[in-house]
């Protein structure tokens, strides 16, 4: 069991630009979630994906906002047309429907700085 | 109204007294709750999940439920320097949905 990996740790563009980041989950785990984080707030749910399917998505969320989870194994978040405001800590989370205690396991998240 | 309400602290406590953390939410429907750590720095990770109400033990921790007052609360029982971090409450609502809705945190300092 390596846990949720995430890649970039950091990310810093500039206003306008397109990002990608990736979330590969911990293997026998069917459930994927992302979250966002600022300094000083819980984690905001951005959307789920249960195997490949997306179940839930933020009303909150824009439409520059898009993920996915081919296969339904590693995920991808996008964000098109970045904004200041984007800035953030994005989190990914993983479980497993046979889990009692329906525990997320976090990813180290990514740092997106908008410049 | 927000949907999960924590106090956001600052709440400091003495080594080895009890620390009270406390967490409202406002849909009613709600079955799930649960209570992450958070250091500084680092991502969260669950230390206790609820779901009757009553009170539920592990170790020196203990969760509180009470649906009816919408109100969970994290009881830390001899608090050491270690449990100094961010405390999230976390819900989710009717049997089968997904969505987990975290409170802002409360920041917990245990002070040696």
């Known amino acids: 069991d390596t846990g949720v990996s995430q890649n970039p740790r950091h990310k810093i563009t500039k206003r306008g630009q397109n990002v990608t980041f990736r979330c590969d989950p911990i293997s026998e785990h069917n459930r994927l979630y992302w979250y966002r984080q600022t300094l000083g707030q819980g984690p905001e749910f951005l959307t789920y994906f249960q195997n490949e399917a997306q179940l839930e998505k933020s009303r909150l969320l824009s439409d520059r906002f898009s993920a996915e989870r081919p296969k339904g194994s590693f995920s991808t978040l996008e964000i098109q047309r970045t904004e200041q405001g984007d800035s953030a800590m994005y989190l990914c989370?993983?479980?497993?429907?046979?889990?009692?205690?329906?525990?997320?396991?976090f990813g180290s998240g990514t740092q997106l700085s908008v410049l | 109204q927000k949907e999960v309400e924590q106090n956001s602290g600052p709440l400091s406590v003495p080594e080895g007294a009890i620390a009270s953390l406390n967490c409202t939410y406002s849909d009613r429907g709600s079955q799930s709750f649960f209570w992450y750590r958070q250091y500084s720095g680092k991502s969260p990770e669950l230390i206790m999940s609820?779901?009757?109400?009553g009170d539920k033990e592990d170790g020196r921790f203990t969760a509180q439920l009470n649906k009816a007052s919408q109100y969970v609360s994290l009881l830390i029982r001899d608090s050491q320097p270690s449990d100094s971090a961010t405390y999230l409450c976390?819900?989710?609502?009717?049997?089968?949905?997904?969505?987990?809705?975290f409170g802002q945190g409360t920041r917990l300092t245990i002070n040696p």
């Open positions: 989370a993983s479980s497993s429907d046979r889990l009692s205690n329906e525990k997320l396991f």
């Open positions: 976390a819900v989710k609502g009717k049997q089968g949905a997904q969505k987990l809705v």
């Open positions: 609820i779901y009757s109400n």
